[in-house]
C-alpha cells in the first residue's frame, strides 16, 4: 500500500529503470550532489514502483513487457529550471507528463490512488463572484474567448 507523501513547492520526478534500496539511498543523494550540485535536502525520495505489462487491443498482457522498476521522488521547485535538461539526458520526466501523455496505466492502481493526476489535484473550485475557469489547449496554454461579434 502506497501512502502519498507530499512536499510542498516541489515536482514529482520518475527516473525509470532506477533502483535504490530504503536502506542504502546515500548513493542517490551524493548522485544529485556531485554530479547535478542539488542537495540532499532538496530531494525527497518516495519509493520504487515495478511497471505493469502493456495490454493489447483486447485488455491481455504483452509479454515481455512491464516488470521495470521506476524510481519516485521530489525535487524541490526552485531546482526544477536547471534541472530540466539534466532531467533529459538521464530519462527522467515529470510526473505530470507521464498523465499528459497517458501512460500513467503502466503503473498499478495503488499507486495511482495515491498519486493522482496532479492536473486533477490542482483544480480549485472557482469562487462564487470570480470567472470560469479558462479551458487549455493540449498544450497546457489557456484557449482564449473569441471577440464578442458587433452587430
Known amino acids: 500500500m502506497w501512502t502519498n507523501v507530499q512536499i510542498e513547492d516541489a515536482t514529482l520526478v ?48 504483452i509479454p515481455g513487457t512491464g516488470g521495470r522498476i521506476d524510481f519516485f521522488f521530489w525535487l524541490d521547485n526552485k531546482h526544477v529550471y536547471a534541472f530540466a535538461v539534466p532531467k533529459l539526458l538521464l530519462h527522467m520526466r515529470w510526473w505530470e507528463d507521464i498523465y499528459f501523455n497517458e501512460q500513467e496505466h503502466i503503473y498499478p492502481p495503488e499507486f495511482l490512488e495515491a498519486y493522482p493526476n496532479p492536473y486533477n489535484v490542482l483544480q480549485r473550485a472557482p469562487a462564487s463572484n470570480s470567472q470560469p475557469e479558462p479551458e487549455y489547449d493540449e498544450f497546457g496554454d489557456p484557449i482564449e474567448p473569441p471577440p464578442p461579434l458587433r452587430k
Open 14 to 61: 520518475v527516473w525509470p529503470g532506477c533502483y535504490f534500496e530504503n536502506d542504502d539511498i546515500q548513493p542517490f543523494y551524493g548522485f544529485f550532489q556531485g554530479q547535478l550540485n542539488i542537495s540532499s535536502d532538496s530531494v525527497t525520495p518516495v519509493g520504487c514502483v515495478e511497471t505493469l505489462p502493456d495490454r493489447d487491443v483486447d485488455g491481455k498482457d
